[in-house]
């Protein structure tokens, strides 16, 4: 499979906890971004690098979350000390050089207790 | 900042019948892009088309047709000859088609297709 992928597909944690989310993108993407996705909304932009540099954040990523892409290949979206707020969908996505498509990976389901 | 609505909470449509979603959008940038999404149950968002914002000709891949009407900032999707497995959440689109390319979301439209 050459999609993008996103490991753990779901995830239940209590209140406080660390998570930490991981992403995979389709090879010789160079660009990524994260999502979060609450029930009955669309998806919300969250960061997004391209190779290694963070070149966004949105106000949504609170300094309880942090985003890293170290050698400009997979991702890492780690949330700490996670409040039940942060129960959502985490999806994250990647295009190519020139081109505007994202591919959506199966996203990350998030319940916190 | 970039705006989409989709003012379709929920569409029915009988198998084989063509459907249009609606989607208006408001962004201050000259050159965007704009796609539409299609998120089964499953959580997957799939892409399905996209338009260019100087692309003269509407978009089309097999059965998706996006009508885009860029004076009055519309690009609804057009699904001809429905079929079960097109029951969704589908939502639109748009991107700056610049430098940060993120995309914004509208809240999306329910399909249902009934046989």
């Known amino acids: 499979d050459t999609g993008v992928s996103q490991d753990p597909r779901h995830k239940i944690t209590k209140r406080g906890q660390n998570v930490t989310f991981r992403c995979d993108p389709i090879s010789e993407h160079n660009r990524l971004y994260w999502y979060r996705q609450t029930l009955g909304q669309g998806p919300e932009f969250l960061t997004y690098?391209?190779?290694?540099?963070?070149?966004?954040k949105s106000r949504l990523l609170s300094d309880r979350f942090s985003a890293e892409r170290p050698k400009g290949s997979f991702s890492t979206l780690e949330i700490q000390r996670t409040e039940q707020g942060d129960s959502a969908m985490y999806l994250c996505?990647?295009?190519?050089?020139?081109?505007?498509?994202?591919?959506f990976g199966p996203g990350t389901r998030l319940l916190v207790l | 900042a970039q705006k989409i609505t989709q003012t379709q909470p929920g569409m029915f449509v009988q198998e084989k019948e063509a459907v249009t979603l609606d989607c208006t959008y408001d962004t201050s940038d000259q050159s965007y892009g704009l796609f539409w999404y299609k998120q089964p149950s499953s959580g997957e968002m799939i892409f399905l088309i996209y338009q260019g914002s100087y692309d003269e000709q509407n978009a089309t891949e097999g059965r998706y047709s996006l009508n885009f009407q860029k004076a009055r900032k519309s690009a609804n999707l057009v699904i001809s000859a429905s079929q079960l497995g097109d029951s969704a959440m589908y939502f639109c689109?748009?991107?700056?088609?610049?430098?940060?390319?993120?995309?914004?979301f509208g809240r999306g439209t329910q399909l249902t297709v009934w046989p």
């Open positions: 689109n748009v991107d700056r088609g610049s430098t940060l390319g993120r995309l914004y």
């Open positions: 690098f391209q190779n290694e540099a963070q070149l966004e």
């Open positions: 996505a990647s295009s190519p050089p020139s081109q505007e498509t994202q591919y």
